[in-house]
Every structure is written in C-alpha cells, then in structure tokens.
C-alpha cells in the first residue's frame, strides 16, 4: 500500500532532518479524515517538482508536523507536455475529465468555451466551476503521486485556442466525421502535444477551418462515438502510449 499524500506551499530547500507543518485544510484533512497519527510516514509534495517522504512528529486537531526522511525530486517536468483544450460539457462531466486527465499526466488542462457548449461559465459560476476544475485536478494528482500537477487555466477562447495550436509542437482536434486515424498522426518525445476536445453538440465548421489554418489535425479515435467528457482521455492514452513516457 502507498503512503498517503498531501499538498505543501513549498518544499524548496527541504533537507532531511527538516520538520514541515502541513496546516489548513490538508492538515485537517490529514489528522480528523484520515485520521493519521504520530509515527505513521507521508509523502509530500508542492506540486511543483518537489516531494518528501516523512514521519509524523506532532499533531493537532487541524494540522500535523512531518520530519523530512528523505528528499524526492521530480527534477524537470516530464515531457512531451501533454495540454488538452476541453469544451465545456454540462453536468459534473468536466469535472470527470479533469480527473482522469490528470491521472492520464496531463500538464495544462484549459476549459474552452465552444460555439455549441451547453455549459455556461459566467461571472460567479465562472469563479465556482474554475475552483471545482482545479481542486479536482489537485486531488486527483495526490491519489495518482504526482510531484508536477497539472496547471487548469481560466476559460478560453476560441482565438485562445488557436494561439495554443499555433505554439504546439503536435496539435489535434477531435471530430467524429474526421478521416484521418490517431494512429496516423506523428508523436514527439519532447515539447508540446495539445488535443482539442469538442462539446456534446459538436464542434461547427468555423471552427474545425480556424483549427486546422492554425496547424491542427482533424482525427478520428474510431467508429465509435465518445462522450466529450472521456474523448480527451482516450486520446491522450493513445498518444503517450506512443512516447517514451510510457515505454
């Protein structure tokens, strides 16, 4: 079984010997949820490459005091850099694919407002869904140890989008009425693989036209027609399966 792992501000400069206090909501959850004690070893990590493997010292009723036993490093951020632009779907399913997305390794997780997205963000619930969307993503990158989690952006814009297209090293929009199989598509070991999810109505042919001007490929997964909310994820698992970051 794996230790438990919880989310630091920072680990910069931790050195073993070192005692880290894990307050707030993650040393709450830590010492009333998870009810762990003095003597029992966790892992932390400030999500940015840093990570330590450690021994309760001293707990409270809202945070506990870890002593550094040994320093883990996730030195640079794994590459290819896997980005995926995912329209807003309705429901709970962004929230789906945020965390199976992060499991997957994702890097940059971006909502996109598509022409057709049920979905709308704006003002509040803008602030609230982005909230969801992250804390997703961070709880899911403790439960898969992840020591880099993955960055989720504020909503995008189609204009945005394209920008992203037009930085990435392999860009590819999925559409159900592509020709064009994932297979067929090259992969890179280093820089940016971006993948461009529609929304449940599809995506319209303005768009597909920018994306492809931009330098994207239109593909299909397969016969099949994919929720939007497990698209991403497929395709993402087909492509770093192609990489050496699953050799």
Do not use: N
């Not at 619930?125 to 439960?143: C, D, G, I, N």
Request: proline content about 4%; charged content about 25%.
């Amino acid at each position: 079984m794996t230790l438990p792992v919880h989310l630091v501000e920072s680990l910069v400069g931790a050195r073993v010997g070192d005692l880290v206090e894990v307050g707030g909501d993650e040393g709450h959850h830590a010492v009333v949820v998870r009810r762990l004690r003095v003597g029992e070893e966790v892992v932390l990590t400030d999500g940015a490459g840093e990570g330590v493997t450690g021994t309760i010292t001293a707990t409270t009723k809202k945070s506990m005091t870890v002593r550094v036993d040994e320093v883990v490093l996730g030195d640079a951020p794994p590459e290819p850099a896997l980005t995926v632009v995912q329209a807003l779907p309705k429901g709970d399913r962004g929230e789906l694919a945020v965390e199976m997305l992060t499991e997957i390794g994702a890097a940059r997780i971006v909502p996109w407002a598509a022409t057709r997205s049920v979905a709308v963000w704006k003002g509040e619930r803008a602030v609230k869904s982005l909230a969801r969307w992250r804390a997703t993503a961070r709880e899911a990158a403790k439960q898969s140890r992840r020591l880099w989690h993955p960055e989720v952006e504020p909503m995008a814009t189609t204009d945005t989008v394209v920008a992203m297209i037009e930085a990435a090293d392999v860009a590819v929009v999925l559409h159900e009425e592509g020709t064009l199989p994932l297979g067929a598509v090259p992969v890179v070991d280093e820089g940016i693989i971006l993948i461009v999810v529609g929304p449940e109505g599809g995506l319209t042919e303005d768009e597909i036209t920018l994306f492809e001007k931009a330098g994207a490929t239109t593909i299909r997964l397969g016969d099949e027609v994919l929720r939007t909310s497990t698209a991403g994820v497929a395709a993402a698992a087909a492509l770093l399966a192609r990489t050496h970051r699953w050799a």
